[in-house]
């Protein structure tokens, strides 16, 4: 009997402190969502940066728009900071879903800047350096390498347009290059063994991105045009 | 063109080089997620084991043996999250909850079931945690962990999220009330009241944390709340039922109910 | 071109003048999930604090239980009355959804109260004024009348629950005038043309409410018991 | 007993009172039904006009096109004016979804009827103007600025159809314009935060368009047609 | 390419050949189906037999009623025998959702008629033999060992409805019987481990058929009835 | 009254003994199927990962390296198999379907794409069945099973129902068209073609069975319909990109083309 | 070309054609729709009359109350008058939907109304008259007979609900004729062979409401309440 | 007494009349069945022939292929007519569902074989005629308007595919002409006020295929194919 009044007291003591818990889970993605909404925002304001490589006026002003991105990416690493201060780091995967859409975003933005200013592909070490977060789990809040992925496939299918584009702008040689570093990358992915989920479905993208950026290739090919010394390219 | 892609595939590109580490880490990951797959199967299915066994608590006579060969079926369990606790040595175990949490949530349905019929008392998280100690190698003895921890880096332990123990113990509510209508029908008139009493508090903790707790509890809420309805008519009917007992027989029923009682509480 | 140019200026100011109409909406509704939160956290403390009417100790307590809930409800006033600060009245229907479901609970909650201290069915104004709010839509932030039904069929079904667990506390008369009081309230349903919509759903509930409510009368009343002078619990 | 027999007769006074209510509202919603019926009508009716743009011989008729559509829009003004009478304006909201679709649709036409004329975009007030109803809320039956954003996407995705069937038409000038003209309106939903409803879907579409048109553009660029001077309609 | 024709024959071929085994399919599927029909007829006549014995009057008849199902369970052999025809014996389970609510039943009625000639609990072996069937799934048509359980649940609850209508018809001894019977099979239930399926749903109820026995055990005792010699009951 | 009840708990009561027997029974049914989904989880992964290997046949120099490395893959899930084969001797294999069909339907996606790619033809169900055939020994060569199997109670076989092998082949299109995608990327034109043909045939075979074939069937036609328009529009692409080839560079582009072709098929 | 331009012409009168004939449709489903309102809220005054018999004093009215539900039914056969003027009659099947609903509740409202009056079994002709509609298809609108049947089945509950309540009300002899005539009721059903339909699902229910009705039995024959001679009863 | 057992009776009488009833409606059914599998076996072998038109080498074949479509659709006339003896003319409706999915199924290959044919729309009439039914259901088993709007847009997708494949094949004008018809039907479609079924859902995918089509054209325009004379399929 007494026993009964006893638990009868920690029932309810248990679930005031499974609620305090709860309170608090809610708390901290309430800040997380807040932090990410700014995220977001200078992610957008990247990316309209760079849109303008796709203007035929904007190949000239790769450079320049490339420096600016860099420029707005110290805002992201203040914003990346502030949202580490959240959560304890090693529950980053508790809060996964939160950023993970917004770190998507960013390590495309990261990995298109570093394309455009030497055309190589952006490691992970680069974009986590450029994001200003950790590469390795134990060491902080880090890139998971499946966004990491996501990230260089959004990259590749920003490519394609960027190959349609240039030959409007008549920079021919400018598919070409890009051509052989899709494929790089395409050879690069095969090797990995993918899951049935979204990265898989992005991945099945990529195909499409390799062929149309083929296909430029063959249109301005046919046509000759890739030899003749073209002067809308800036490398 | 062709054939200069094909060079692309060439090993010694850096981009390449760079795959080969990710589809490396991507593999080993997806194993492990794997491998807690089928120990997370395993922990349910012995649970869920344990479970039954409990039930035959109310009808056998030796109730201490039953006890302690589901106390002995959950240490076995405990070895296998010891497993989980072996792998997620070092991650993020919330990398890979999805794969493990439906084990636990069983295991945290058994463990409270046996403590319940123990100490007719809701077991704690800390509690249940504490018994998730284990020593570093697979073969340590599970009952010494139970015990103050011994320091050093041998000593690996798992820990139950709040959420998966608000997940079993609204299970738990389900072997309640199961355990209150085989009782009624074994003629335990004690247990039902208790039970009823119990699982009203439950349910009430559960309205106090209402839709701030994950999604899950919300859908096993309906479940709760029929399992309490059913537990609230056993009562009724014991009561409606006890109120034509002839006054000559009150005394008898009275004393047979106690002894019952002084069996009972002997045996735990 | 030059008009070009000048739509250039206009859809880009165009579509930020635009950016903080939606910046407003969503402040709007960022402040009304939190002060619905609260109600809800109210909502939560007034039903925890009801539910001990169906222990066998709490029959005795219903008075002082309904004081109690009685002080509660000034605390969901007072949120009530933040809330309206919230938004433009007549946007109500817009923000409908927030707390379409706080506010059947808590019309749950006024019409239990009331039917604990003197066993009739509350009224829509009686609602209105518990809650702080108004009954007619034209003078402010109301109490629809959807939603204050749907708050007297959760009642009803807490009823059902009320007349079970007064037997087992041993008050053999409550469950007859449970009874009555259903019965009439399902009379009342009747004369309404329901939608096929949930309350319309909730409504079919009703009848298993009845049900149950007239075996419990009927148990009583072939024991017999409910003529004996009861003291309102004896255990 | 006297208590609950006079509770009896307000049971079933409240539910009769209760029940006018519920009348008089679903009759409200048929009379809103009928009229938004009309309404479709007439936007499938400009739709039919509209589309004849498409076709080959089309393109010289736009602005005659144009003039029958504006003719049209009267009935719509019509038509609206009378869904205006049939519920108090404050209610907008409670019956929004009902004409919801209409009304995005209607905004679309609008959008497309003026794009049609001068090439440039909108603006919510002429939208409003065109359909006889505000802009602002408090000054009467208004258009949502989420609906008129649904209208203006329905646009962009028939104007990478304008696009491609420009080109068929021989009018090779018009992609260009037209890619122009959906990089500004992407730069400009660029700068909305848009939460994760139907709207940031449609939104998520326009990028679909954009790459579209290019395609065309680049088409009719590596073929070397922009060049020549074009009969078909340049403006 | 020579290669190629040949294997566009094969693709073709290969769906006529799995069309083929398809339609076989089908057709054994109907076949079962009826036979299985007329399998549900005998059982239901069976059962409107047996129903006598919850009557006053039945429970004198029982003996006849017995010999009587005992008659039609011959028919059930020759369908039985009929079923086995329609299908490869080992190919049991592909089929078993057609007659395994049907099996379900028969085990029922089987145990049933010998519950009610000797109160025993009948064996799979029993039950088998009655249907005409096998218990070793290795000898033919067999019982699967679930279904034989599911039988006897619902005799369980059967059981249960007589207990009640044996005292209606004045047999005060019949419960006290019924209820040492199904303690016996409620300790066997509590050894088996189920899965969360219908078995584990129905056992569940068996809890409830042994409640609804006891309190009529009480209610019998209570009144001192059970103890007086009666005259309905036969054993 | 509970006295009495308690000696039914008897463990001498044949009721008792009998359901003894069927917890036994129930048990090692339970435990067979749950062994039988690890295993079945087990093939799922190693076809998965023996699928994304062959498609790297496209553009890697050494074709045939890859294909060897998939058929090792292939023997791996094989023995699988066979275990599931060792755990349904003298079962009736519908009893356990369900735990291992998703495995199966794995295996016969995996193991019908290499035969694609090898043969350019639809593996029959026959072929895929005679490669079932094991020895009874776990440790067996399962090189050997491939060819007539030795009389004698050592042979085991597994037979793949054709529900799951036409489930399968639903599969293997999703495959196929992201083949014929990754062709067209890398520069093949014959390919694309010859995949447009194939699944055109594989699709009117679908059509042909309609709704008369499993349930889950239907759900996959919608997939296929759309990949088949996928390698139909790649085709169009290549077609209408085709028709702008000057006539000077016809012969090259047939040249390099057939070269390539020519290449192919001496790997194969 | 020509015929191209005359398939143009058929093409728009065509669509034409079939506008007329969705826009009938269409009006038929709006007239049915209105009839069939009028219909319920016949039928749930009808209920509410009825519900009457469940209160302890509505025993001894039950005459008078059937009486007065039969002049109700007489405004239901005008409505079904109504309703049959709507659409042609053998197009039953095609608007079977709209009025299936209201005719299983009116079919068991006559069911009840029968048995209150003579405690026998509707017939289906009787409830067609009651009704004013037919019983055989070809001669006009007509009951089908699993609408028949599922009322029947809605008053089988009532009925439990019925003997229940009558206990309550001391009338302890109604509950064995109940519990003879749905016994009768449910070997009726048995004779039965139902598809896997609601129908089937209602008639599940069925055995619920026997077994209720056999514990309410024996609840007073335990007691020896039904041997002494009752005031309540009337038959 | 006496009345009751004479209800006994009847009530087994009246179960037996009516499971005769029953009977006779699932023997309908059945043989419905039967002949719809039929039905759907011609429509499989119909569907299976016109698709080889797809093939490059199908082009050429059209007019053979059709020829032996409608070969086939005579047997479609016979299994049509065994099907009009299954059942009462008047009770179309009430077995609608049995024959809607292949009905709609054959309206569709009707509607293809027409146009294949002489690429015009085909009208109702033709579609009856060609299946062997009535078009005004008072005349007899007829095609519901629905059912053969239904098959009109299943074509319209058909068609979409047969433009991108009639250009592999080397056909580079009947894109242009599928592109005509298909406006055309967009128009007529557009006069219809469908409701909220699956036949809006089935239109609103007819304008993916209208733009399918016009890319098609425009692929076809823009390199200049559709002018020179084809041969229709060259490779
Ligand atoms: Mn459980
Ligand atoms: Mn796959």
């Known amino acids: 009997m007494k026993g009964n009044r006893r638990s009868e007291m920690s029932v309810t003591e248990m679930f005031s402190y499974i609620q305090g818990f709860l309170s608090a889970d809610q708390d901290v993605r309430e800040d997380i969502r807040k932090v990410v909404q700014n995220l977001e925002q200078t992610a957008r304001e990247i990316l309209t940066l760079l849109q303008s490589v796709h203007q035929p006026s904007g190949f000239k002003e790769i450079p320049s728009k490339c420096a600016k991105a860099r420029e707005l990416f110290s805002t992201v690493r203040t914003q990346m900071a502030e949202l580490k201060t959240k959560f304890p780091v090693e529950q980053y995967y508790r809060f996964h879903e939160h950023w993970r859409f917004v770190l998507q975003r960013l390590a495309f933005l990261a990995a298109f800047v570093v394309y455009l200013e030497n055309e190589t592909l952006v490691t992970r070490e680069e974009v986590a350096q450029i994001l200003g977060i950790e590469v390795v789990r134990e060491k902080g809040f880090h890139l998971d390498v499946e966004d990491f992925l996501a990230g260089v496939l959004i990259m590749a299918s920003e490519l394609s347009r960027l190959a349609v584009n240039s030959v409007t702008a008549g920079d021919y040689s400018r598919p070409l290059r890009i051509s052989n570093f899709i494929n790089e ?27 149309k950026i083929e296909e430029v290739v063959y249109d301005v090919s046919i046509r000759g045009l890739a030899k003749e010394p073209e002067s809308g390219g800036d490398k | 063109a062709a054939q200069e892609r094909d ?57 201490e043996g ?7 079926k959950l240490d076995g369990v405990r070895q296998k999250i010891g497993q989980i606790a072996e792998e997620l040595r070092g991650e993020d175990i919330y990398q890979f909850h999805r794969a493990f949490t439906p084990g636990i949530q069983e295991y945290v349905e058994a463990v409270s079931f046996l403590h319940y019929i123990r100490h007719r008392s809701l077991i704690s998280l800390e509690e249940i945690n504490a018994r998730l100690v284990f020593m570093n190698t697979e073969n340590s003895d599970p009952k010494g962990s139970a015990e103050a921890p011994p320091s050093g880096a041998l000593v690996l332990t798992f820990q139950v999220t709040p959420a998966d123990y608000l997940l079993g113990v609204a299970d738990l509510t389900g072997e309640l009330m199961r355990l209150c209508i085989g009782s009624v029908g074994n003629g335990d008139i004690d247990t039902p009241f208790q039970l009823s009493q119990f699982l009203r508090q439950i349910h009430d903790g559960f309205s106090y944390i209402g839709n701030t707790g994950p999604y899950e509890v919300s859908k096993k809420l309906h479940t709760l709340r029929q399992s309490l309805g059913k537990v609230e008519d056993a009562c009724y009917t014991l009561r409606v039922r006890g109120s034509e007992i002839p006054k000559h027989m009150l005394a008898d029923v009275f004393c047979s109910r106690t002894t019952h009682m002084d069996t009972e509480e002997g045996v735990v």
Chains 1, 3, 4, 5, 7, 8 share one sequence.
């Open chain 1, 185 to 211: 990358l395409d050879s690069g992915f095969r090797l990995l063994n993918l899951k049935n989920d979204p990265l898989r479905k992005r991945y099945d993208g990529l195909k499409y991105d390799v062929k």
């Open chain 2, 7 to 63: 060079v692309h595939a060439n090993p010694s590109s850096a981009v390449i080089a760079a795959f080969k580490v990710f589809q490396q880490e991507l593999d080993s990951r997806h194993d492990k997620y794997e491998r807690l797959v089928k120990i997370s199967r395993d922990i349910t299915i012995e649970s869920k084991r344990a479970i039954f066994l409990l039930h035959r608590v109310i009808n056998v006579p030796n109730a």
């Open chain 2, 66 to 72: 039953v006890l302690k060969e589901a106390e002995g």
